[in-house]
C-alpha cells in the first residue's frame, strides 16, 4: 500500500510546491513509511509542471521506490495489489510489474484492457510522455483512496493524493469517483488553458445497457459534483473497461414471492444454532454453502499469503518461522463477519504466527444495567453464551481491580465470547485478543490531531462514528491476557482484515429489512444493487485512508471479485430470507458458512453497527441524526478543546 500524489500547474500560477504543503506530505508518508521520493517534471515547450510524490509500505516483493520512471520519462505511482488477473512472481513487486505492462501499451484500448485483467485493489497515476497524458482512477469498487482538487481559476492548479488535509478554506478536495478512470490532456490543457476530463467507464461484458447510456449515466453523475468550468467528455472511440464481476442475479422465484408475502410476526422467533442445522439439510443450499466458503476461502488465501514474512525466504513453500510476531489482524468484534475471516485465515496463517483480533471499546457514560427481558428474543443459546462470558469478564475485572468494566460494551462482550470459539476451533494458535479501551478525552484529541483529515471529504456524524472507531481498532494499541496477566500490546500486523461488504451483499442492514417490508424482493434487489454502487464514496475510500494512516493496508475478503460475482450470480432468497428473525435471516448464508466451519453461537448473532457495539455512538451528543453534518470533524482552536 502507499500515499501517492501529483500536482500539475500551468506557468504564472502556483508552483508545484504551492499545492503541496508540508501537512499534506506528513500524511503520505504515514501511510508509506518505507520509502518516499518526489519527482518534478517540466515540460519546458509546454510550460507544464508535474511534482509526482510516492510513499511506500514496503508488503511484497522486492522495496521498490515511487514514483517510477522509464526511459521515455514517462512516470508511474501506484497504491493497489493485484491478487490476481496478471502474472506476479513471488519475489516480484506488483508495482514494477504494472509499469512493465503499462510501458507496452500501444494505445488507449491496451491501457483499458490491462486495467480491466486486473483482480485487487488499486488507484494508481500515470504519466504518459509521449503522450503528454495524465490517466488516473480507482478499481472498481473504489477500495483505495484517491482524490482530487480544481482550482477555482480555469488555468489554476489541478492535485490528486491519496489523503489530503482538512481546510475549511481554498479549494475542496473531493473523492474521484469509482465510475470509470480518466485522463487529461495536458498538451491541450496548457495550450488552451483550460482543463478537460476524459472518462472510460465501467461496463458490464452482457450488459444490456448501450454504450451511450453508459456514458450518459456517468456524465451526469460525475459533472454534478465538478466546478462549472470543468468540463467532462467521453472518450472518442467510447471506449469502455469491462466490469470485473458480473451484474447482480435478480431473479425472483414464484416460491422467493409467496415467501415474501409471509407475515413476519407469524414466525416462531426461535434463533439458534440448531436452526441453521435445518437449512443444510436440504442438499441443493449445502452445495452452494461450500461453493461459497471455497471461494471467500480462496479470497482469504490470497489476503493472508500475499504478504512479505520473512527478508530472507526465498519461496511460498517455505513457512514463516516468525517467532511469535503477527502479520494479520482482524477487525474483530466477535460477529459473524469478523468470525468467519479469523476462522478463515486461520486455515492459511502458518501455525507459529499469531493473528491479532483488533477490539475497540469506548467508555461508557455509566456502567450498562443489564435489562430484564428484551423485545420477543428467545435467543437462548446466545444469552447463556454471553452470560457465561459477562462471567468470566467479571473474574477479568476482580484480578485488574475492576478498573475496566466502564469498557465491557457489546463488542467486547460478544468478542470474548468469539475468541472462546476460536481458540476451541485452533487450541494451538496464538489468538491475541487485543482490547483497545478509549476514553473521551483520547477521542477528542485523536480526531483533531489526525483522524478528521482522514474522514475528510466525507463529513456525515456516522462518517465520524464510523472513522474514529475503525482508526483507534486499527492503531491496534491496547492489552492482551496471558496467563491470566493483563498486558500493554501494540499490534505489529501490517494486513489488517475487515468484513465491510458483507453487509451490503446479504442484505445485513436494519434498513434491508426495512426496504423489505415496503417493497418486497424487487426493493430488497435494487436496493442491494444500490449498495454496492455507492461503497466507493461511502465507505471504502474513508476506510483506506484511516487504516493506512498507520502504515497498515486494509484488505477486503467480501469485496473480492470472485466473491462478488459468485453472490451477484445468486437469487436473493439463496443469500438471505428477511421473513426469517434477526439472527438468522439477514446474511443466511454467511451464516451457514459459519456453521459448517465449526462456530457455534457467534453464528446467529443479530447485526450491530460498529459505532453502537463500540458505544462510539451517542457518546458525544444524544440529539445526532447519522446523516448530520458533524460539527466535531470541524478544526477548532485550542481554547475550544
Same mark, same amino acid.
Given at each position: 500500500?502507499?500515499?501517492?500524489?501529483?500536482?500539475?500547474?500551468?506557468?504564472?500560477?502556483?508552483?508545484?510546491?504551492?499545492?503541496?504543503?508540508?501537512?499534506?506530505?506528513?500524511?503520505?508518508?504515514?501511510?508509506?513509511?518505507?520509502?518516499?521520493?518526489?519527482?518534478?517534471?517540466?515540460?519546458?515547450?509546454?510550460?507544464?509542471?508535474?511534482?509526482?510524490?510516492?510513499?511506500?509500505?514496503?508488503?511484497?516483493?522486492?522495496?521498490?521506490?515511487?514514483?517510477?520512471?522509464?526511459?521515455?520519462?514517462?512516470?508511474?505511482?501506484?497504491?493497489?495489489?493485484?491478487?490476481?488477473?496478471?502474472?506476479?512472481?513471488?519475489?516480484?513487486? +506488483?508495482?514494477?510489474?504494472?509499469?512493465?505492462? /503499462?510501458?507496452?501499451? %500501444? #494505445?488507449?484500448? $491496451?491501457?483499458?484492457?490491462? =486495467?480491466? @485483467?486486473?483482480?485487487?485493489?488499486?488507484?494508481?497515476?500515470?504519466?504518459?510522455?509521449?503522450?503528454?497524458?495524465?490517466?488516473?482512477?480507482? +478499481?472498481?469498487?473504489?477500495?483505495?483512496?484517491? /482524490?482530487?482538487?480544481? %482550482? #477555482?481559476?480555469? $488555468?489554476?492548479?489541478?492535485? =490528486?493524493? @491519496?489523503?489530503?488535509?482538512?481546510?475549511?478554506?481554498?479549494?475542496?478536495?473531493?473523492?474521484?469517483?469509482?465510475?470509470?478512470?480518466?485522463?487529461?490532456?495536458?498538451?491541450?490543457?496548457?495550450?488552451?488553458?483550460?482543463? %478537460?476530463?476524459?472518462?472510460?467507464?465501467?461496463?458490464?461484458?452482457? @450488459?444490456?445497457?448501450?454504450?451511450?447510456?453508459?456514458?450518459?449515466?456517468?456524465?451526469?453523475?460525475?459533472?454534478?459534483?465538478?466546478?462549472?468550468?470543468?468540463?467532462?467528455?467521453?472518450?472518442?472511440?467510447?471506449?469502455?473497461?469491462?466490469?470485473?464481476?458480473?451484474?447482480?442475479?435478480?431473479?425472483?422465484?414464484?416460491?422467493?414471492?409467496?415467501?415474501?408475502?409471509?407475515?413476519?410476526?407469524?414466525?416462531?422467533?426461535?434463533?439458534?444454532?440448531?436452526?441453521?442445522?435445518?437449512?443444510?439439510?436440504?442438499?441443493?443450499?449445502?452445495?452452494?454453502?461450500?461453493?461459497?466458503?471455497?471461494?471467500?476461502?480462496?479470497?482469504?488465501?490470497?489476503?493472508?499469503?500475499?504478504?512479505?514474512?520473512?527478508?530472507?525466504?526465498?519461496?511460498?513453500?517455505?513457512?514463516?518461522?516468525?517467532?511469535?510476531?503477527?502479520?494479520?489482524?482482524?477487525?474483530?468484534?466477535?460477529?459473524?463477519?469478523?468470525?468467519?475471516?479469523?476462522?478463515?485465515?486461520?486455515?492459511?496463517?502458518?501455525?507459529?504466527?499469531?493473528?491479532?483480533?483488533?477490539?475497540?471499546?469506548?467508555?461508557?457514560?455509566?456502567?450498562?444495567?443489564?435489562?430484564?427481558?428484551?423485545?420477543?428474543?428467545?435467543?437462548?443459546?446466545?444469552?447463556?453464551?454471553?452470560?457465561?462470558?459477562?462471567?468470566?469478564?467479571?473474574?477479568?475485572?476482580?484480578?485488574?481491580?475492576?478498573?475496566?468494566?466502564?469498557?465491557?460494551?457489546?463488542?467486547?462482550?460478544?468478542?470474548?465470547?468469539?475468541?472462546?470459539?476460536?481458540?476451541?476451533?485452533?487450541?494451538?494458535?496464538?489468538?491475541?485478543?487485543?482490547?483497545?479501551?478509549?476514553?473521551?478525552?483520547?477521542?477528542?484529541?485523536?480526531?483533531?490531531?489526525?483522524?478528521?483529515?482522514?474522514?475528510?471529504?466525507?463529513?456525515?456524524?456516522?462518517?465520524?462514528?464510523?472513522?474514529?472507531?475503525?482508526?483507534?481498532?486499527?492503531?491496534?494499541?491496547?492489552?492482551?491476557?496471558?496467563?491470566?496477566?493483563?498486558?500493554?500490546?501494540?499490534?505489529?500486523?501490517?494486513?489488517?482484515?475487515?468484513?465491510?461488504?458483507?453487509?451490503?451483499?446479504?442484505?445485513?442492514?436494519?434498513?434491508?429489512?426495512?426496504?423489505?417490508?415496503?417493497?418486497?424482493?424487487?426493493?430488497?434487489?435494487?436496493?442491494?444493487?444500490?449498495?454496492?454502487?455507492?461503497?466507493?464514496?461511502?465507505?471504502?475510500?474513508?476506510?483506506?485512508?484511516?487504516?493506512?494512516?498507520?502504515?497498515?493496508?486494509?484488505?477486503?475478503?467480501?469485496?473480492?471479485?470472485?466473491?462478488?460475482?459468485?453472490?451477484?450470480?445468486?437469487?436473493?432468497?439463496?443469500?438471505?430470507?428477511?421473513?426469517?428473525?434477526?439472527?438468522?435471516?439477514?446474511?443466511?448464508?454467511?451464516?451457514?458458512?459459519?456453521?459448517?466451519?465449526?462456530?457455534?453461537?457467534?453464528?446467529?448473532?443479530?447485526?450491530?453497527?460498529?459505532?453502537?457495539?463500540?458505544?462510539?455512538?451517542?457518546?458525544?451528543?444524544?440529539?445526532?441524526?447519522?446523516?448530520?453534518?458533524?460539527?466535531?470533524?470541524?478544526?477548532?482552536?485550542?481554547?475550544?478543546?
Amino acid at each position: 500500500m502507499c500515499g501517492i500524489c501529483c500536482v500539475v500547474t500551468l506557468p504564472g500560477q502556483h508552483t508545484v510546491h504551492g499545492s503541496f504543503n508540508e501537512d499534506m506530505h506528513h500524511c503520505l508518508r504515514r501511510r508509506g513509511p518505507d520509502s518516499s521520493q518526489q519527482l518534478i517534471k517540466t515540460a519546458s515547450d509546454l510550460s507544464y509542471e508535474c511534482l509526482f510524490s510516492g510513499h511506500v509500505l514496503h508488503l511484497r516483493g522486492v522495496l521498490t521506490p515511487q514514483p517510477l520512471e522509464d526511459a521515455n520519462n514517462s512516470i508511474f505511482l501506484w497504491n493497489g495489489e493485484i491478487f490476481n488477473g496478471l502474472s506476479v512472481g513471488h519475489i516480484e513487486n +506488483d508495482t514494477a510489474v504494472m509499469f512493465r505492462h /503499462l510501458e507496452l501499451c %500501444s #494505445n488507449e484500448a $491496451d491501457i483499458l484492457s490491462l =486495467l480491466s @485483467s486486473l483482480r485487487g485493489p488499486w488507484s494508481f497515476i500515470y504519466y504518459q510522455a509521449s503522450k503528454h497524458s495524465l490517466w488516473f482512477g480507482r +478499481d472498481y469498487f473504489g477500495r483505495r483512496s484517491l /482524490l482530487w482538487q480544481f %482550482s #477555482n481559476k480555469i $488555468d489554476g492548479a489541478f492535485c =490528486l493524493t @491519496s489523503v489530503s488535509v482538512y481546510s475549511e478554506s481554498g479549494n475542496q478536495y473531493q473523492e474521484v469517483p469509482a465510475s470509470g478512470i480518466f485522463k487529461i490532456d495536458l498538451k491541450a490543457w496548457a495550450t488552451t488553458k483550460s482543463l %478537460s476530463l476524459t472518462v472510460f467507464p465501467w461496463k458490464y461484458s452482457s @450488459s444490456e445497457k448501450t454504450v451511450e447510456e453508459i456514458f450518459i449515466n456517468v456524465l451526469d453523475q460525475v459533472s454534478k459534483d465538478l466546478p462549472n468550468h470543468i468540463p467532462l467528455v467521453m472518450n472518442e472511440s467510447k471506449l469502455c473497461l469491462r466490469a470485473p464481476v458480473i451484474p447482480l442475479n435478480k431473479t425472483i422465484s414464484e416460491a422467493s414471492d409467496e415467501c415474501a408475502s409471509t407475515n413476519i410476526s407469524d414466525i416462531t422467533p426461535m434463533v439458534s444454532v440448531d436452526t441453521l442445522q435445518g437449512f443444510l439439510a436440504k442438499e441443493h443450499r449445502k452445495k452452494l454453502v461450500h461453493q461459497f466458503i471455497d471461494v471467500l476461502n480462496e479470497a482469504v488465501k490470497r489476503r493472508v499469503l500475499l504478504l512479505r514474512r520473512n527478508e530472507e525466504l526465498e519461496t511460498r513453500e517455505v513457512q514463516s518461522l516468525s517467532h511469535g510476531k503477527a502479520h494479520i489482524a482482524v477487525l474483530f468484534s466477535g460477529g459473524v463477519d469478523s468470525m468467519v475471516l479469523a476462522a478463515l485465515a486461520d486455515r492459511h496463517v502458518p501455525v507459529e504466527e499469531p493473528i491479532d483480533l483488533l477490539n475497540v471499546a469506548f467508555m461508557m457514560k455509566e456502567q450498562a444495567k443489564p435489562k430484564g427481558t428484551t423485545k420477543k428474543r428467545s435467543n437462548q443459546e446466545i444469552r447463556l453464551d454471553l452470560h457465561s462470558c459477562q462471567e468470566s469478564c467479571k473474574e477479568t475485572d476482580a484480578k485488574t481491580g475492576g478498573h475496566l468494566s466502564c469498557f465491557d460494551v457489546p463488542d467486547r462482550i460478544t468478542g470474548r465470547a468469539g475468541l472462546k470459539e476460536l481458540e476451541a476451533l485452533n487450541p494451538s494458535r496464538i489468538w491475541n485478543f487485543v482490547e483497545i479501551n478509549v476514553t473521551l478525552e483520547e477521542l477528542k484529541e485523536m480526531r483533531q490531531q489526525r483522524i478528521n483529515h482522514l474522514i475528510y471529504p466525507l463529513d456525515t456524524v456516522l462518517d465520524d462514528s464510523i472513522g474514529c472507531a475503525i482508526w483507534f481498532a486499527s492503531r491496534g494499541e491496547g492489552s492482551v491476557s496471558k496467563q491470566g496477566e493483563i498486558k500493554p500490546y501494540k499490534s505489529p500486523a501490517t494486513v489488517v482484515l475487515t468484513g465491510i461488504g458483507a453487509d451490503e451483499q446479504l442484505a445485513g442492514y436494519s434498513r434491508h429489512r426495512v426496504c423489505f417490508k415496503k417493497y418486497g424482493l424487487e426493493g430488497l434487489n435494487n436496493e442491494l444493487e444500490m449498495e454496492l454502487g455507492r461503497i466507493s464514496s461511502r465507505n471504502l475510500g474513508r476506510d483506506d485512508r484511516i487504516i493506512g494512516d498507520h502504515g497498515k493496508e486494509a484488505r477486503f475478503p467480501f469485496l473480492d471479485e470472485d466473491v462478488v460475482s459468485f453472490l451477484n450470480s445468486l437469487p436473493i432468497s439463496e443469500k438471505a430470507d428477511l421473513t426469517l428473525p434477526r439472527g438468522i435471516g439477514e446474511k443466511l448464508i454467511l451464516r451457514l458458512v459459519a456453521k459448517e466451519l465449526g462456530l457455534k453461537a457467534s453464528a446467529v448473532l443479530p447485526k450491530r453497527a460498529v459505532q453502537f457495539g463500540s458505544r462510539i455512538a451517542k457518546l458525544e451528543s444524544n440529539s445526532e441524526k447519522a446523516s448530520d453534518t458533524c460539527s466535531r470533524l470541524k478544526l477548532l482552536s485550542v481554547d475550544e478543546l
